[in-house]
Each structure stands twice: as C-alpha cells, then as structure tokens.
C-alpha cells in the first residue's frame, strides 16, 4: 500500500466475540482514520483520531493509536454478523492527503 | 458531514475510448481527492484535486491519462483516456475539511472490454 499495512489480513469470528485489528505506518502523521467497506459498497467513516490523542471510543469501537511505533489498533467489542465488511486505516501525513493500509477483511459468523 | 455523489455507478467502456467520471458534494470541501481500487484490494490515492488548478498527482500516475478538473469547491471530474483493460477497477472521490473527516463517494465501477 502506499502507507501502511494491516493485520490480520483477514479474520473470522464468532457472534458477541471481540475483534482486533492493527494498522502500522510509515511516516509520521497528523491523524489516522478508520473506515469500514461492506462488499460492494461505499466507505463508511467509522473514527478519526489525531496525533496527540491516544485513545478515542465510539460506541462499541475503541481506537488506539501510539506513534512512537507508528502503529494504531481498532477494537469492535461484542461483534454483530452485520459488522462483516473490510476495515481500513487511512493516515495523513502531509497535505491533508489520506492514504490507505491494505485492509483487514472481517467475518462474523452467527 | 458531507454527501458525495459519482456518475456513472458503472460502465463497460471499449478498449482505446476515454470516460469522464463526475463527482458532487452537497457542500463546500476544502479538500477532493480520487482514488482506485481494484476489486478485493485497498485504495490507492490517484491524485489531489485542486480548486481552480492543476490537480497533484500521486507517483505512478500522470496528467495525460488521469486529466482532472476541479472548478469549484463543490464538483470534480476525473477523465479516464486512452483505456485498456488494466484501468478496469473502481474509482471514488472523496471530500473533506483539511484536517478532519473524509468522506467518500459510492464509486464508478468501470469495466474495459
């Protein structure tokens, strides 16, 4: 990718269990963002966190982010099937300009 | 936030032709970018499009083949030229405030026979 990488590069879980993925990076940046991508479908912004911050929540998702190791994790806590699609992390680094880990493909079974 | 809208959703173009994907926000972003991404894969940041001049292209892609316009703070168009079946893939833009939130089209599914 042109920033950064993902893993696992895929995952597949039960209903209710928790899911974690990482996205590690490779300059230093002024946010990070993660996305979600149902099959087929559209991105859906699902959190943004900056470079000062450390730990952001939304709902059922925790976002971590620790820029001494370039790296940053998401957390779905109690997952749902409907919570089947690819995750993104997209970081900033300069212009404003997004660029794109290669994705963690996410499969809760029921 | 921000609704963006692409035209076409998709399209079976033929080999040598050119397609011209339009993009709309319903509000004023600072920001717009395109974006590719082929089937099962990530994005990849094609070029930034600049209000009122020459968008910045990413490494790996050039003016001639990807010719963007971008001539208010609301619309852009990314033109596909010359097309073989390796340009086959999905492009999306996308719109944003600098700094914050991104958001993102519906995307073009673009075949090339």
């Known amino acids: 990718s042109q920033q950064g990488e993902e893993d696992p590069q895929a995952l597949s879980i039960q209903e209710g269990e928790n899911a974690t993925m990482n996205c590690s990076y490779k300059t230093s940046i002024n946010n990070l963002q993660w996305y979600r991508q149902n099959s087929g479908r559209g991105l859906v912004h699902l959190i943004l966190i900056r470079s000062n911050e450390r730990e952001k929540h939304s709902g059922r998702l925790r976002v971590t982010l620790d820029t001494s190791k370039k790296s940053s994790s998401l957390l779905i806590t109690a997952s749902r099937a409907a919570d089947t699609a690819s995750y993104f992390c997209?970081?900033?680094?300069?212009?404003?300009?997004?660029?794109f880990g290669s994705g963690t493909k996410l499969n809760v079974k029921p | 936030s921000a609704v963006i809208s692409q035209k076409p959703s998709r399209d079976i173009c033929q080999r040598g032709t050119s397609l011209t994907i339009q993009c709309q926000v319903d509000s004023q972003v600072t920001m717009m970018f395109w974006y590719r991404q082929q089937p099962g894969q990530s994005l990849t940041l094609i070029a930034t499009a600049n209000q009122g001049s020459e968008a910045t292209y990413e490494s790996g892609f050039v003016i001639d083949k990807f010719p963007i316009s971008r001539p208010n703070l609301t619309f852009s168009t990314l033109t596909v030229s010359n097309m073989s079946p390796e340009d086959s893939s999905i492009y999306l833009c996308s719109g944003g405030q600098g700094n914050h939130e991104q958001y993102f089209g519906p995307g073009t599914r673009l075949t090339v026979t």
């Open positions: 997209a970081t900033d680094a300069w212009f404003n300009k997004f660029y």
